[in-house]
């Protein structure tokens, strides 16, 4: 009991360098289309989106990559983040497992997704960008971007996933309390929310729906630009600060993880954690299993297509490799809105597709029981979203149980679930339903996959 519990890491060990997996892998991923000519995108194509320097960055062939000086600035207001030993869990599972958490819910929106926002913010801000468009699920990039928007003097305008606008009101507040406009999702506001309401004005929303929403506005305006919370290159770069934190607080501590675990709906917070001891294991200098959590009723790694698809539901992205359940997949409206996107990170899902990474899903009352379990031992309610993480940390924890195996296991609790509060309600009062994904509803959406 004389070993320290949490590893704390002073402000100048912040990571310098963000890593970028892609100069590592045995092969390269895929390029990404423009759906018009079937050719690979070039920085033109997506000018009207995305800040040349993030362009720069969602293509580049360097391992890593400077983190400014006026990003610092704004990390450390809560970077680095502590890794936490689960000394109470442990006792409470009965499991000769060491388990620990990088706990990512300090930040000032409460969740991991500042460590992307802040960047995008700055260079958009850099480049004269006046104002920034997005989506969100649940509300946490939502609220991250419009935090990082204020740091930087931009506007921020988000929609925000119809059921989890209705679920999460306290969400809709802070994104307000920081500055942003707000729609639900789909909306009037624009051509691919207006035609999705008059063909079902009770659409409780997707991720997908909401991208198209924000895309279509940033198109129309030469001083906004788009900014997106996970799935592309650099979102997932820019939260390996996770993973390089972590890997220097276990070698603080003397441990190697045998199991990296972390939740997946886009997959920037998986890889964020992963990606670091990726490249370690490919060096062969450790040799975890690196295992990805997404939720039951959408499960794009484990019951997805590997293939070409848009990344919104009205096709106005290009066109992206990925493990997809269908552009026009509306998932069922389950509590870690987070994780209710139609498809996959295209870096993760060519991890994935490499073998290098593994996959599991789990279902919603298993990880709120599994959040209850945690928050009673630990102290801390995960978010819905990190409670799948939390889910199968726990069950590998109890088969080290069984077998006497004494595996050190390392999660990514990525945000808290203080705005969530009603969900766990639910699930206390016996309210809260899983949701079963019949195949029929994946062949529906799978069948509109564009012709690549």
């Not at 675990?261 to 490919?282: H, V, W, Y």
Request: overall charge negative.
């Amino acid at each position: 009991m004389g070993e320290p519990t949490r590893v704390l890491l002073d402000e100048s060990r912040i990571p310098r360098n963000w890593y970028n997996v892609v100069p590592d892998l045995p092969t390269p991923p895929p390029p990404v289309l423009h759906p018009a000519t079937l050719q690979p995108v070039g920085p033109d194509d997506l000018a009207p989106l995305f800040p040349a320097a993030l362009i720069e960055q969602e293509v580049s062939g360097e391992r890593f990559v400077p983190v400014p000086d006026g990003v610092l600035d704004v990390y450390r207001l809560w970077r680095p983040t502590p890794l936490i030993r689960a000394r109470r869990l442990e006792r409470v599972l009965g499991t000769p497992a060491r388990i620990y958490y990088k706990y990512e819910g300090g930040s000032p929106s409460g969740s991991h997704k500042p460590n992307t926002a802040v960047p995008q913010a700055y260079y958009n801000a850099r480049e004269g960008v006046r104002r920034l468009t997005t989506e969100t699920g649940a509300g946490q990039w939502g609220s991250a971007l419009a935090f990082a928007c204020a740091q930087y003097g931009l506007a921020c305008e988000v929609w925000m996933v119809r059921a989890s606008y209705e679920q999460k009101p306290y969400r809709r507040t802070l994104m307000k309390v920081y500055g942003a406009t707000l729609h639900a999702s789909p909306s009037a506001v624009t051509t691919a929310g207006s035609r999705i309401l008059a063909e079902d004005p009770h659409c409780t929303g997707s991720l997908g729906i909401a991208i198209s929403e924000a895309v279509e506005v940033a198109g129309q305006h030469d001083d906004t630009r788009y900014a997106l919370g996970s799935v592309l290159n650099h979102v997932l770069l820019h939260q390996t600060v996770i993973g390089e934190e972590a890997l220097e607080q276990l070698a603080a501590l003397g441990e190697t993880p045998d199991v990296v675990i972390g939740c997946t709906g886009g997959g920037s917070n998986f890889a964020g954690l992963a990606f670091p001891f990726l490249r370690e294991k490919l060096a062969g200098r450790m040799n975890p299993v690196l295992r990805s959590v997404e939720p039951a009723a959408c499960p794009s790694l484990t019951r997805g297509a590997y293939a070409y698809d848009f990344g919104d539901t009205a096709g106005f992205t290009p066109l992206m490799k990925m493990h997809t359940l269908g552009h026009t997949f509306v998932p069922d409206p389950i509590h870690a809105g987070g994780l209710r996107y139609h498809g996959m990170s295209p870096l993760l899902s060519h991890v994935y597709e490499l073998g290098l990474v593994e996959a599991v899903a789990v279902t919603q009352t298993e990880c709120f029981d599994a959040g209850i379990r945690f928050a009673r031992a630990e102290g801390i309610v995960p978010a819905p979203e990190p409670s799948h993480a939390v889910a199968a940390t726990i069950a590998e924890a109890l088969r080290c149980a069984e077998s006497g195996e004494e595996k050190v296991i390392v999660m990514s609790l990525c945000g808290h679930g203080h705005f969530d509060l009603p969900a766990y309600e639910s699930r206390l009062a016996g309210r809260l339903e899983d949701f079963t994904l019949p195949q029929e509803r994946i062949d529906a959406a799978l069948a509109h996959l564009p012709a690549v």
